[in-house]
């Protein structure tokens, strides 16, 4: 682990939480019954609580991206939701 994976793994953390909080009202009103639970606010514990899971689930994403492309994964999934984004 490197100070450099790190770095990119928090700007890639912090800029992918922000796009899903962009997306999730949108993702809500597009969710019928009890699916639409998996789009609610996590609490400041749920927060803590998940913190680690996220950041190793961010770090496989960069690891296993090619070089260069940050995270490429993630971002051809946050493309396939723009459907649902605000406009």
Request: aromatic share 10%.
């Amino acid at each position: 682990m490197t100070e450099e994976l790190l770095g990119q793994a928090k700007e890639f953390y912090q800029q992918s939480k922000q796009e899903y909080a962009d997306l999730r009202p949108a993702l809500t009103a597009h969710t019928d019954g009890p699916l639409s639970r998996l789009f609610s606010d996590r609490t400041v514990e749920e927060e803590f609580n998940n913190v680690g899971n996220d950041l190793v689930f961010v770090i496989g994403l960069l690891l296993t991206s090619p070089p260069g492309a940050g995270g490429v994964l993630w971002r051809r999934v946050t493309c396939s939701l723009s459907p649902f984004a605000p406009t």
